[in-house]
T-cell receptor
Framework: AQSVTQLGSHVSVSEGALVLLRCNYS??????LFWYVQYPNQGLQLLLK??????LVKGINGFEAEFKKSETSFHLTKPSAHMSDAAEYFC?????????????FGQGTTLQVKP | DTEVTQTPKHLVMGMTNKKSLKCEQH?????MYWYKQKAKKPPELMFV???????INESVPSRFSPECPNSSLLNLHLHALQPEDSALYLC????????????????FGPGTRLTVL
């Protein structure tokens, strides 16, 4: 069964530093890939997605992610962290097999931004 | 209008109460979802409605009863809940469900924080 692994349940960076949140998926056929952000006591907001086309995807709030088929990865980056980026980040996939369209989430990574 | 709204924001109920959660979207989406989220965990899918018909039930206990009165509204009726059902309940919608060339991007509402006493 398809799974999503987010390396590091907790990542801490200084304000202005590079943000790198890791996500790997486990299928031979690349799925649709998503990153969501969840601020405290709020719902999930889509940051960016990859379905087809250009492998470097730009999202909102200065985030981007690169799909690397050879590494089965979809890591999320931001060049310079801001205090407002502190939140929970979820990588998610929709497998291309089964046609259910079900989102499968990783366990999430809590991003802490230190002043 | 590009948002999903949910009411109420917070709900406290006893184990014998009957209550309902409501979700609404006006994006013309034909797929709507209910998720349950425990603290520090990813959302867990409960139900999927596609074109107002229930298409997926993830073996959810019958004390949770979904309803889709029309393409814009989704309800979750609650009865005889247990304390372990306390969680954030999220509604989401997408243009369609299934695989549809990327039109299945899900938009989430802010959630209802449910506490069962």
């Amino acid at each position: 069964a398809q799974s999503v692994t987010q390396l590091g349940s907790h990542v801490s960076v200084s304000e202005g530093a590079l943000v790198l949140l890791r996500c790997n998926y486990s299928s031979s056929v690349p799925p649709y890939l998503f990153w969501y952000v969840q601020y405290p006591n709020q719902g999930l907001q889509l940051l960016l997605k990859y379905t087809t086309g250009a492998t470097l995807v730009k999202g909102i709030n200065g985030f981007e992610a690169e799909f690397k088929k050879s590494e089965t990865s979809f890591h999320l980056t931001k060049p310079s962290a801001h205090m407002s980026d502190a939140a929970e980040y979820f990588c998610a996939v929709i497998p291309l097999s089964g046609n259910t369209g079900k989102l499968i989430f990783g366990q999430g990574t809590t991003l802490q931004v230190k002043p | 209008d590009t948002e999903v709204t949910q009411t109420p924001k917070h709900l406290v109920m006893g184990m014998t109460n009957k209550k309902s959660l409501k979700c609404e979207q006006h994006m013309g989406h034909r797929a709507m979802y209910w998720y349950k989220q425990k603290a520090k965990k990813p959302p867990e899918l409960m139900f999927v409605y596609s074109y107002e018909k229930l298409s997926i039930n993830e073996s959810v206990p019958s004390r949770f009863s979904p309803e889709c009165p029309n393409s814009s509204l989704l309800n979750l009726h609650l009865h005889a809940l247990q304390p372990e059902d306390s969680a954030l309940y999220l509604c989401a919608s997408s243009q369609v469900s299934g695989l549809a060339g990327g039109r299945n991007e899900q938009f989430f509402g802010p959630g209802t924080r449910l506490t069962v006493l």
